[in-house]
């Protein structure tokens, strides 16, 4: 069973900052959260992970919680080809398996 | 990011054919790769995991006899569906893992889909 729980849908208009949560109260001291997303018909895409400092890179920023127990995902500038189901995973670093829960269909809107 | 590729894209086979994807690390050596299936609607379900010249290790209920899984090489993996029947029409996602990549995020194929009629 995934080790992580989200919103199954979310709207958020273009150009807006798009926020998604993550809660994973359970994470153990050695797991990372990694996201990744998946386009209609696609394989998935990794955006970003981290264990407990917050992270950025050129598509996406990931804020941690201070106790770990859960995540927010943050697109700054959502377009409208970030239309994808949103995974959000706990997982230990190094070529482990991954576990996909149901994930959050994030809805860009002109 | 490192590039994954799948072979093919879409195929579509007659009950009680058998049919093999392919699945290639491009540009790195991928020491581990995982086979996915995806029905509709629904979230990826891990089938199996295979190390480069060892055996693959199936998840509970994936039956390895069906589902036959090679990973000769550092850039190749192949799943097989033997004698397949329409319930194994599904979309099937590989991935591959490497340190070499200089972290260990796995990078997902583009993904087959598989119709069995």
């Known amino acids: 069973d995934a080790k992580t729980t989200q919103p199954p849908s979310m709207d958020c208009a273009e150009g807006r900052a798009a926020n998604l949560p993550c809660n994973h109260s359970?994470?153990?001291?050695?797991?990372?959260v990694y996201w990744y997303r998946q386009i209609h018909s696609q394989g998935p895409q990794y955006i970003i992970h981290?264990?407990?400092n917050n992270e950025t890179n050129e598509m996406a920023s990931l804020i941690i919680t201070e106790d770990r127990k859960s995540s927010t995902l943050i697109l700054p500038h959502a377009t409208l080809r970030d239309t994808a189901v949103y995974y959000c995973?706990?997982?230990?670093?190094?070529?482990?398996?991954?576990?996909f829960g149901q994930g959050t269909r994030l809805t860009i809107n002109p | 990011g490192a590039v994954v590729s799948q072979h093919p894209s879409r195929v579509i086979c007659k009950s009680g054919t058998s049919v093999k994807i392919e699945c290639r690390s491009l540009?790195?050596?991928?020491?581990?790769m995982f086979w996915y299936r995806q029905f509709p609607k629904q979230s990826l379900m891990l089938m199996a995991t295979?190390?480069?010249?060892?055996?693959?290790?199936?998840e509970q209920g994936v039956e390895k006899d069906k589902f036959l899984i090679n990973h000769a090489s550092l850039t190749l993996s192949t799943l097989t569906v033997t004698s397949a029947h329409p319930e194994d029409s599904s979309f099937y996602i590989c991935?591959?893992?490497?340190?070499?990549?200089?972290?260990?995020?796995?990078?997902f194929g583009p993904g087959t889909r598989l119709t069995v009629t």
């Open positions: 995973i706990v997982s230990i670093q190094g070529a482990q398996k991954l576990v």
């Open positions: 359970t994470i153990s001291g050695n797991e990372y």
């Open positions: 991935s591959a893992s490497s340190l070499g990549t200089g972290t260990y995020e796995q990078y």
């Open positions: 295979s190390n480069e010249g060892s055996k693959a290790t199936y």
């Open positions: 540009d790195f050596q991928a020491t581990t």
């Open positions: 981290g264990l407990k």
